[in-house]
């Protein structure tokens, strides 16, 4: 068996309906060419679960993964990665998480579990180093996640156990459901949970006492050592670790959908912090634990609240102690916070406007502010019941479900809900939602500190000279005009480079210039670090090839599945090209960029991705190029691999 560094090198393979684990060992070439957690899931999803396969049927397969730098000292090295086919959208879904499962998994020995087949009874895996078992989980059935993690830990007598678990909104098959790790670390968005549910999988439960094995430790420390100290020069660095998402995600967008509201601010969320919390091996402790000390919530306490979901509060007309309680309830029931705030956002336009009454909402009334109605509606999605299951259906299969011509208020990129127009506050980060590959997504690719909204930290002398530095040009990250220039294409094309190199090693974004922009872990950082913790020698370009093999294999994935180039324009202008009319409810003069516009820049990314302009489909010579000739030859077999005519001259 190979002998591995930084890796674990093992791989369980469980089988829900024979109820068989088998431990495999992790090949080289799979580590070399797709190093961990999300290109280890997404290499295992595009292998086994095809367009014919429905992502809630015995059928489907899901995978758990870390990369070969978590549980290692490099930085913010403490992530997971899971990866499957979405009920939701019916595409390629991944969701990453921090907190401490990741790198107890890693201890354990294991760098990727793989679940297929359904249970006849609710079980839960259990994982011990070498021991690992489906034990009954019918005690478990119906218990939330936060008593559901008490209880596994009690049982097994052993507080550090570390586990991912559903609660009743996964087990009742909920779109809206999330994974929680630890009390709060969510792995949301596109339904994951409803898998679990299907799968009757409560929770896996790990612990992990092998610890990992690195092949040069000094290089190592030292790496990790200078990396912390470059970040600390980072004008993000004291920004992001006092308040987290709170400052340039929660008031940032906020200015931008028509003013902070004082009561949902950072400075309001503030007074509640009670301490910072980080997740494994990482100094930025961005999260906080709040607690709220006055008020009709008084009493309430966890860990959150991420800059996300406290935009939720903003449309549904609630405060930080509101968000503080929904943010927990959430996280114990098992669902995702900024799916079913959306999705009754969505409610209170239909019912402001008339086209839906008290008989529809099951007597609630659905204005914002209402902070009971919306605490009895979440009941509901979770219950799946009366208007709840509509809601949790949001937005697609919700609007086609009560028609009217609801189908007009709703927005969505490739079946996830998107902000109206699916215009965002830059060029850049407007093309970063719209090609995601599991939907409207600000995880796969989009620049976060750059856009007009950046905080005051990041002025135009500190981004013009890290332009002049990197690009030659001052302009780099400065400019904001809305016509299409290669530049920005090239930006969204390396940060879903670096983000998804973050994913396949296990680091945190935040650290790998999501935040830190100016100092966080760059692509020749992320071949140190790989280096000194395989032994094997990894160049940049080694690593930008390993990035590109990875998005190339997502959007091939969707390419199976039917995605082709109109999904990856943002709402309104996907609306104009789908039905060939205006969206009834925008008015077009106003969208900062015209369609053609918006398809010369997408021819733009398309050629740095080496992706088809016709089709969006990854061409033949690139999927060759990087090592993923059996995909090209799949696509070929499927009659949709783009004809040489069509691709890029
Ligand atoms: S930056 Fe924040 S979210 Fe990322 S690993 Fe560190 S504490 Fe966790």
Redesign the pocket.
């Known amino acids: 068996m190979t002998e591995f560094n930084g890796w674990a090198g093992a791989i369980l393979d469980v089988d829900l309906t024979s109820g068989k684990i088998e431990r495999q060992p992790l090949s080289r070439e799979m580590a070399i060419k797709h190093i961990g957690g999300l290109g280890f899931g997404t290499k295992t999803l595009y292998d086994n679960v095809g367009p014919d396969v429905d992502p809630l049927s015995p059928e489907s397969v899901f995978t758990i993964g870390q990369g070969p730098l978590c549980g290692t000292l490099s930085p913010?090295?403490?992530?997971a990665d899971l990866v499957a086919k979405s009920p939701l959208t019916g595409i390629f879904l991944r969701s990453n998480l921090?907190?401490f499962f990741g790198p107890e998994l890693k201890w354990a020995g294991y760098d990727l579990i793989i679940v297929r087949g359904q249970s006849p009874r609710p079980v839960y895996l259990w994982i011990k180093d070498d021991h690992f078992e489906l034990r009954d989980a019918s005690h478990l059935w119906g218990k939330d996640t936060w008593e559901t993690e008490r209880i596994l830990r009690h049982e097994n007598k052993d507080h550090d156990i570390k586990a991912l678990k559903i609660g009743p909104a996964g087990e009742n098959m909920c779109y809206s459901s999330a994974i929680i790790g630890d009390l709060a670390r969510a792995c949301g968005k596109c339904s994951l949970a409803a898998i679990w549910g299907a799968k009757r999988l409560k929770a896996v439960a790990v612990r992990g006492t092998r610890g990992v094995r690195i092949a040069r430790p000094k290089e190592m420390v030292a790496l990790a050592t200078e990396l912390w100290e470059r970040f600390k020069e980072d004008p993000m660095y004291a920004s992001?670790c006092r308040y987290?998402t709170n400052t340039w995600v929660g008031d940032t967008v906020m200015k931008s959908m028509g003013g902070i509201k004082p009561e949902l601010s950072s400075q309001a969320f503030e007074k509640l912090y009670h301490k910072n919390?980080?997740?494994?091996?990482?100094?930025?402790?961005?999260?906080h634990w709040l607690k709220v000390k006055s008020g009709k919530y008084a009493g309430t306490q966890g860990e959150g609240l991420e800059g996300n979901t406290q935009l939720v509060g903003f449309d549904l007309g609630v405060g930080a102690d509101f968000m503080t309680y929904y943010n927990n309830l959430c996280n114990r029931m098992g669902l995702d916070t900024m799916h079913p705030g959306a999705a009754i956002q969505w409610a209170m336009s239909l019912y402001r406007d008339g086209i839906i009454t008290r008989a529809d909402t099951d007597g609630l009334e659905l204005t914002p502010g209402n902070e009971e109605a919306v605490l009895k509606m979440i009941d509901r999605i979770i219950r799946k019941e009366g208007f709840g299951e509509i809601l949790d259906m949001y937005p697609v299969r919700a609007a086609e479900k009560l028609g009217r011509g609801s189908e007009n208020y709703i927005s969505h990129r490739k079946g996830y809900p998107s902000p109206y127009t699916g215009f965002m506050s830059s060029v850049k980060t407007t093309l970063a939602h719209a090609v995601a590959t599991r939907g409207h997504d600000h995880l796969t690719g989009s620049p976060g500190i750059e856009t007009p909204n950046r905080q005051p930290e990041m002025t135009n002398e500190i981004l013009e000279k890290l332009g002049r530095e990197k690009y030659g040009d001052p302009t780099m990250f400065t400019d904001t005009s809305y016509t299409p220039q290669r530049k920005y294409a090239l930006r969204v094309w390396e940060c879903e480079n670096y983000f998804a190199m973050a994913d396949m090693t296990g680091?945190?974004?935040?650290?790998a210039r999501e935040?830190l922009l100016v100092k966080g872990i760059d692509i020749p950082d992320f071949a140190r670090l790989l280096t000194a913790a395989t032994g094997i020698e990894f160049s940049p370009a080694d690593c930008t090839r390993a990035a590109e093999r990875e998005m190339l294999l997502e959007r091939a994935f969707n390419a199976r599945e039917g995605i082709r180039r109109i999904d990856d324009y943002p709402f309104a202008l996907w609306y104009l090209k789908k039905f060939g009319r205006p969206h009834p409810r925008f008015d077009y003069a106003r969208l900062k960029m015209s369609a053609e516009d918006y398809g010369k820049l997408l021819d733009m990314y398309y050629e740095l991705r080496g992706c088809d302009l016709e089709t969006g489909i990854p061409r033949a010579d690139k999927l060759n190029e990087v090592g993923l000739d059996y995909v090209a030859a799949d696509l070929a077999r499927r009659g949709i691999l783009p004809q040489p005519t069509t691709a890029h001259v």
């Not at 913010?76 to 992530?79: H, L, Y």
């Open positions: 913010a090295a403490g992530r921090g907190g992001h987290g919390i980080s997740c494994s091996g990482c100094a930025l402790h961005c999260s680091t945190c974004k935040f650290a935040v």
